[in-house]
C-alpha cells in the first residue's frame, strides 16, 4: 500500500517508529509484502535517512520487518512480532483498528489464559483486590446504557480485567495483564461497536466478578469463558449459532 495513506509525521525517530508501527498493526502492509523503501519514507515525511533508519532500526528489534541486503525490506509474518515487548504494547495503545487476524491470535490467547486468571484470582483476591473488581465493575453498570459513555465504559472495563489478572496474585500473570492491557482495550472496543446493548456483557462480568467473590475458582473460569464467548460473537469471530452448540 502507499505511503499516502498515512497521517502527516513530526517528531523525530520514535514518533516515526510509532506511526509505521501502528500502521502494520492495522494491516496497512501484510506480512511478506515488501516495506517502503528508506529513501520513499524519507521523502514523505520530509525526514533524514538517518532517522528513518533509527525508526526501522526499532521495527525490526519488534519483530515486524526484517531487512535484507539484496532483497530490501519485508513485513514478517505475524508469528515472528514480539506482541508482549514492552514497545508493542505502547504502540498498540488507542489503536482501535488493529489487523483482524492479530484481532484473532489476541483473542485466542485470552480465551485460554483468562479462564485460568479468574480461577486463580477466586483463590487469592484480597480484600483490596475485590473493592478494585467492584469498584471497576460499578463504574461498568453506570456508563452502560448511554452511548455518548462507550468509551469510559470500555475503560472501566478494560480496568476489570486488570483487576481480574491483578487478583491472581501471580507475578507473571500480573505482568502479562500489564502488557496485553492495550490489545483487551482494541478488543473490547471493537466488540462494543457491535453491539447496540451491554445488558449481556454485564451480566457475564457480574457472573465473574461473583466467581470470585464467593472464592469459586470452578465459576470464576466458566464465567470467564462466557464473556470471552460473548466477545468472540460481537466481533464476528464466530457466529453464535455455531458458537453456542
Same mark, same amino acid.
Given at each position: ?96 483498528? @488493529? +489487523?483482524?487476524?492479530?484481532? /484473532?491470535?489476541?483473542? %485466542?490467547?485470552?480465551?485460554? $489464559?483468562?479462564? *485460568?486468571?479468574?480461577?486463580? &484470582? ?86 465473574? @466478578? +461473583?466467581?470470585?467473590?464467593? /472464592?469459586?475458582?470452578? %465459576?470464576?473460569?466458566?464465567? $470467564?469463558?462466557? *464473556?470471552?464467548?460473548?466477545? &468472540? ?13
Amino acid at each position: 500500500m502507499s505511503l499516502n495513506a498515512l497521517p502527516p509525521h513530526s517528531g523525530g525517530a520514535i514518533n516515526l517508529a510509532r506511526l509505521l508501527a501502528r500502521a502494520l498493526l492495522a494491516g496497512t502492509w501484510q506480512p511478506g509484502e515488501l516495506f517502503p523503501k528508506e529513501m520513499d519514507i524519507s521523502n514523505h515525511f520530509g525526514v533524514s535517512r538517518n532517522q528513518v533508519r533509527n525508526a526501522l532500526a526499532s521495527l525490526t528489534a519488534a519483530g515486524l520487518i526484517e531487512r535484507t541486503a539484496g532483497r530490501g525490506t519485508q513485513i514478517r509474518q505475524m508469528s515472528d512480532w514480539h506482541l508482549l515487548d514492552p514497545l508493542m504494547s505502547e504502540w498498540m495503545t488507542g489503536l482501535t483498528n @488493529l +489487523d483482524p487476524e492479530l484481532i /484473532r491470535a489476541i483473542y %485466542a490467547f485470552r480465551f485460554s $489464559a483468562e479462564p *485460568v486468571v479468574a480461577s486463580l &484470582a477466586a483463590l487469592a483476591a484480597s480484600e483490596d483486590d475485590l473493592d478494585r473488581l467492584r469498584a471497576a465493575f460499578e463504574g461498568m453498570k453506570r456508563t452502560a446504557t448511554d452511548p455518548a459513555d462507550r468509551h469510559q465504559h470500555a475503560e472501566y472495563d478494560v480496568m476489570f480485567h486488570d483487576a481480574t489478572y491483578s487478583a491472581s496474585h501471580n507475578l507473571v500473570w500480573r505482568q502479562m495483564g500489564h502488557l496485553l492491557r492495550p490489545s483487551i482495550m482494541a478488543l473490547v472496543h471493537g466488540s462494543q461497536h457491535q453491539t447496540s446493548t451491554l445488558d449481556d456483557s454485564l451480566a457475564r462480568h457480574q457472573a465473574v @466478578l +461473583d466467581g470470585i467473590v464467593h /472464592r469459586d475458582p470452578e %465459576a470464576a473460569a466458566a464465567a $470467564a469463558k462466557e *464473556v470471552l464467548r460473548r466477545t &468472540a460473537i460481537d466481533l464476528g469471530i464466530v457466529n453464535e449459532p455455531s458458537f453456542t452448540h
